[in-house]
């Protein structure tokens, strides 16, 4: 039960009142299909007995004894058959009903009491033959019942197929009540796998969506409804924030976090003519075009963000972060192969880094406490790179000593009140 109710506090609040609402239909067609049974059963009951065969049956047995009664009078030798027809009335008048079902007649509990009175009178005749005038008695007293059992044979049809009418318009209403039912619970069933399917798509886009910066993130980049479906021409530019690990440590996560936003929207405005535009993780970007102009489209679009980017950093204090991009190109090769374009791109993208690095250095813009990018270089080359890293590092560390000073004393330049020498080019490392 915990288990369920927590399901059910997970879920939105529409969802919660459909499943309540299911589950009242469901309990009210419960019931309801329990009373139609009850009905139907009633019905079967009411029709399946002949009250008025009967009734009927016993004025029959009546007519009967007051024949034998008149042969015994007449002289006939008739005592016998009166006494065997007064034997089969006594022991029918035990079954004769009062009620069947719905259907109570209290005449017939009167009927049967004077015909009782009328059997012990005719056992008293056939005992000790009474005069004619008594024995005429008699004979009225039975023709009175044989009446009074007619009558109630017709009240009895009268009230058995009023009853069984008055029930099957019950029946037809609970069944009219009960396809109402279902038919709102259909309804609801079909709303609520209605809201299941959007729950559903709505989970899956949130698990291709980056929360932060609401752009796709690598699931997106699998899911085959964004992706081509045949072979085609693949551009992928790889989007690395220079600086960004030092924006997080000097000015705090929110910060970096309000930084990474304003680059999800310039992506989205400047690369709208590429096909994907995702967050790859902290601060990489990818964007993706597909087709015949892919690298051209490509091109356009991060030229666009570099000048985008540049003019939305300034405006917001953040005018020494850059950015470093690297592109990549090839044949479309499914999902698979959309990896090792990546991978390529990447490597560029570090390989550009590095070269603005050596360039700020040559320039005597590098910067002491820069932090930097964890290239690995192919293993020939990688020793004569950290070589010369090293040597421009050392070069660079007495011009930059007034500054790791400042910073010793717990001193921290904001955004927008960077010194005049920190431009973009000096702060495109990491």
């Known amino acids: ?13 529409l969802t919660r009142l459909l499943i309540v609402f299911t589950c009242l239909f469901a309990g009210l067609a419960i019931a309801m299909s329990q009373r139609i049974q009850a009905s139907q059963t009633q019905v079967i009951a009411i029709s399946g007995y002949n009250m008025e065969f009967a009734y009927t049956r016993t004025q029959v047995e009546i007519i ?4 034998a009664l008149l042969q015994s009078r007449l002289g006939d030798g008739g005592e016998d058959e009166a006494r065997l027809q007064l034997a089969i009335l006594a022991g029918r008048l035990t079954t004769v009903p009062s009620s069947v079902g719905g259907i109570v007649f209290p005449e017939a509990e009167k009927a049967k009491r004077d015909l009782s ?16 005038a008594e024995a005429l008695a008699a004979s009225e007293r039975l023709s009175a019942d044989a009446r009074a059992f007619t009558g109630l044979g017709a009240l009895a049809n009268t009230r058995q197929a009023g009853l069984v009418e008055r029930a099957q318009e019950r029946l037809q209403h609970d069944i009219a009540m009960l396809n109402l039912l279902l038919v709102h619970l259909v309804f609801v069933g079909l709303v609520l796998v209605a809201l299941v399917i959007a729950e559903r798509a709505r989970f899956a886009r949130a698990a291709e969506t980056d929360s932060l910066t609401g752009l796709g993130n690598r699931l997106h980049l699998k899911n085959p409804a964004y992706l081509p479906a045949a072979s085609a021409s693949t ?16 000015w705090g996560h929110a910060t970096g976090d309000d930084l990474l936003r304003l680059i999800a929207d310039v992506l989205r405005r400047e690369a709208s003519g590429c096909d994907l535009t995702l967050r790859l993780g902290g ?12 690298r051209a489209r490509l091109d356009a679009g991060c030229a666009g963000i570099e000048r985008g980017f540049l003019l939305e950093t300034r405006r917001h204090g953040f005018s020494g972060v850059g950015l470093s991009i690297g592109i990549a190109e090839g044949a479309w090769d499914g999902p698979q192969g959309i990896d090792a374009l990546i991978g390529r791109a990447d490597m560029a993208m570090y390989g550009e880094k590095n070269r603005r690095c050596v360039e700020a250095s040559a320039s005597g813009e590098m910067r002491a406490d820069a932090v930097m990018p964890s290239y690995r270089a192919p293993a020939p080359a990688r020793g004569r790179l950290l070589s010369l890293l090293r040597a421009i590092v050392s070069r ?14 717990g001193s921290s330049v904001a955004p927008g009140a960077m010194s005049p020498g920190a431009t973009e080019t000096d702060l495109t490392i990491a």
Do not use: W, Y
């Open 1 to 13: 039960m915990g288990r369920l109710v927590r399901h059910l506090t997970g879920i939105g609040g």
């Open 64 to 67: 009967k004894l007051q024949a």
């Open 117 to 132: 009175e009328s059997l012990k009178a005719t056992a008293r005749f056939l005992a000790d033959p009474l005069s004619e």
């Open 235 to 250: 551009a992928v530019a790889v989007i690395d924030v220079d600086r960004f690990k030092q924006v997080n440590d000097r």
């Open 283 to 294: 601060d990489e970007f990818l964007i993706v075009a597909f087709g015949p102009e892919a």
């Open 396 to 409: 660079s560390s007495a011009a930059d000593a007034p500054r790791r000073s400042a910073r010793s004393h």
